[in-house]
């Protein structure tokens, strides 16, 4: 992911993660005749495992330019979101979630294809007000960065220099019988 001096805050996690998987995967089972029978291996360890793996597996740092996640059991997902896309930060609340004392993140991106689809949800973040309002002010601080030179006129000064230079070796090389 990112080194530790780059980030700005890292976000720590519930350990009511692993319970709230553990019912929600549950209750996806209830749904499929396979998955009623693989219930009982389910509660009676296999789902404690893998709940307990998958909050292991959290990590969500914020820094400077980015947001950076990742969570998997099997298979690894990272995710790397720049700042200056994120258009949306919604809390999601439900009852199991409430019981448990848990809120889900969902972040959204400018750019997507598909308008239903969210590129982020974080389940489960402590103090995740907290969280949500330094992505906030470090998407603000970097917009307010980017917007205090618009013009680039450093670097513009700095193209133009170099392009007459092109420009004049150019020449020489014209004019070179």
């Known amino acids: 992911m990112t080194q ?18 553990l019912l929600y995967v549950s209750f996806f ?46 298979f690894k997902v990272e995710k790397t979101i720049p700042l200056e896309n994120i258009q949306d930060l919604t809390f999601i609340e439900n009852p199991l979630l409430n019981m448990l004392q848990l809120k889900i993140l969902k972040i959204e991106t400018a750019g997507q294809s598909n308008p239903m689809k969210n590129d982020m949800q974080l389940v489960g973040i402590i103090d995740a007000n907290d969280f949500k ?26 193209t133009v220099s170099l392009l007459r230079e092109i420009k004049d070796l150019l020449i020489d090389i014209k004019n070179k019988p």
């Open 29 to 74: 089972m209830t749904l499929s005749v396979v998955g009623i029978g693989i219930l009982p291996f389910w509660f009676l360890g296999l789902g404690q495992y893998i709940s307990r793996r998958y909050f292991e597996g959290l990590s969500c740092r914020l820094t400077p330019h980015h947001l950076q996640f990742s969570k998997g059991v099997l």
């Open 4 to 21: 530790a001096s780059d980030t700005i805050l890292e976000a720590k996690f519930s350990p009511n993660i692993k319970l709230y998987t």
């Open 133 to 158: 309002e330094a992505v906030l002010i470090q998407r603000e601080q970097l917009s307010k960065n980017k917007n205090s030179n618009p013009t680039g006129e450093e670097s513009n000064t700095e």
